[in-house]
C-alpha cells in the first residue's frame, strides 16, 4: 500500500527515531467507494509529525465484498497449529459445517493439500507477516474477532465500524519449546528463544476468556468432541468451560516450561523466588491411603524430569491397576535396590526395606532379602536392579515362606529394569493381580519436593553412597576389609530405613533393622531381635549419631556381639560411645553424614 511505502520512505530521514504504524479500513458514506486510512507517526528529536491521508484501495465491488466477508456475521474457524495431527480432518469436517477456516503459513499451506479452502491470516490483516515470523496473529483484526462479546452491542459496533468478522471457533498449539529444549543434545540459548511462542498464547488466552462465544481448542484428542458438539448446534456452556480450562492450563503449563528452562540459563541456583510444577493427571486411583479418601496419580512434567527415570514413568507389564499406597512402596523399594552396584534384590514393606541382599547369584540375593524378614515380606514388594530372567521369575514364583516351607510367597509388585520374554511370561502366571512394573533408575541431583499444611519443602534429594564419603575410624580397633564392607552396606541401606533407623547387616545380606521409632534405642532393640543370633560380628549402622552410650544403644549394641558400628558423629557424648566400643573391643566409624528419613 502507498502508506507503507510512505511510511518507509519517511524512516529514513536522519532525523527519524521511531516509526509507529498502523491501518484501518473504514467504509465511507458513498458506497460507490472504500478508502483505507493509513496513519503514520513519526517522532524526533524536536516535535512529533502525523500525516494521515486518504487512498482509494480498491473498486467498489471489490470493497462491497470484502466488506461482507469480514462483518457478515459468517461462521469463522481460526486455526493455526504447530502439531497438525489430525489437521485435514478437522479442516474438512468444519469446510463441510460451512465454516470459513482463516489459517497461518505451514497450517494454511496443509489445509490447502487436503483440499480445505483457505482465508490466509494477512488477508484480513492487510499485513504481511514480519520479524521472520514472530508478528502474524498479534493484529485487531485477529483478536477483535476473538475477543468481541456478542452480546455487548457497542462491541459489535466497534467490529462494524472496523469491518471485523467474529470468529466463533479458536483451534491453536504452541511452536514445541517442551521438546525443542529436552531434545537430545540439547539446544543453544537463541534457538531456545525462537521457540517461545507468543502470539499463539495471545490467541488461546483470548479464545478462552470469550469462551461464552469462542469455542478454543488446544488438543487434537478434542476434534471430535468439538464437531459432535457443532454439529448439534447446541448451546453447552459448561463444554464451554472446560475447552476454556483446558486452554488455560496448556498455556500455563508451556509457561512453565519457558520459565524452568529460562531460570536454569540464568542460574545454578536450584530454589528459584517462585515455582511452578506442571502435573498431568496418568491415572485415578481407587482410594488414597484408605477407602475414604479420594486420590489420583500425576505425572510431573518439569523439564527436569525428562527422561530422568523413576516409578512414575514405570511400564507396567501385568496386575491390577496401581493403587496410591503401591506407588508409595513401588517408588521406596526402587529407590533403594537402584543404589547398589552389585547384582542386589530389595523386599520393601510399608516404604520400608525388610530385607536387602546383594550376591553375584540374583537367586541367592532373593531368598536371602527373603529370609532377612519373611512375616513382613509376605505381601510386600520386591524390586531387582538386573534383568529378571527365566530362572528368576520362576523362582519368585515357586519360592515358598521361610516361615514355614510351604507357604507361596506372595507379592503386590515385582520390580525390575528390565525382564526377558520368558520371565515375563512366568511371571505374568503367578498371579493376575501381581503388578509388574519396568522402571528406570532415578538420575541423581533432582529437586525432592514434600508437602505440608499451607506449603511446601524443597530439597535436593540424598544421593549419597559409600564411595561418595569416607569412614573415619575412631575406636582403638580398626575394623578389617569384610567388617568394613559390611559397614558400608549397612549404612547404604539404613538411608532408606525411616528414622530412627537401625540396620544390622553382615556379607552384604541385611541380618534385621528397627524403624520410625521414637527414640533409638527401641530401633535397636527391634533390630537386634529380628537379626537373632547372627548378630555376632555383624555390622551396625545408624541413620543419626546415637545420644547416649552407656547403659543405652552403644552399650547394648556392643554387648549383641556386633564387630563395627557406623554412625555420623556429632553429638556432645561422641566420647562416650568411643570410650564404650573401646571397652568392649568394638570398631566405631563415623560418616560425618546423617540420612535423617521422616
Known sequence: MLGFSAAARAATSPNTNLVLLFSTKLPITDSSSFYSFTSCSLRNSSRLHTSCRPIKAMAAQEAQSSASASASGDRQALISLSDKNNLAFLGNELQNLGYKIVSTGGTASALESAGVS??????????????????????????????ARRDQKHHMEALSNHGIGTFNVVVVNLYPFYDKVTSKGGIEFEDGIENIDIGGPAMIRAAAKNHKDVLVVVDSEDYPALLEYLKADKDDQQFRRNLAWKAFQHVASYDSAVSEWLWRQTTEDKFPPSLTVPLLLKSPLRYGENPHQKAAFYVDKSLAEVNAGGIATAIQHHGKEMSYNNYLDADAAWNCVSEFRSPTCVVVKHTNPCGVASRDDILEAYRLAVKADPVSAFGGIVAFNIEVDEALAKEIREFRSPTDDETRMFYEIVVAPKYSKKGLEILRGKSKTLRILEASKNEKGKLSLRQVGGGWLAQESDDLIPQDIQFNVVSKKSPQETELSDAEFAWLCVKHVKSNAIVIAKNNCMLGMGSGQPNRLESLRIALRKAGEEVKGAA???DAFFPFAWKDAVEEACESGVSVIAEPGGSIRDGDAIDCCNKYGVSLVFTNVRHFRH
Open 540 to 542: 551396625l549402622a545408624s
Open 118 to 147: 483457505v482465508t490466509k491470516v494477512e488477508e484480513l490483516t492487510c499485513f504481511p507477516e514480519m520479524l521472520d515470523g514472530r508478528v502474524k496473529t498479534l493484529h485487531p483484526n485477529i483478536h477483535g474477532g476473538i475477543l
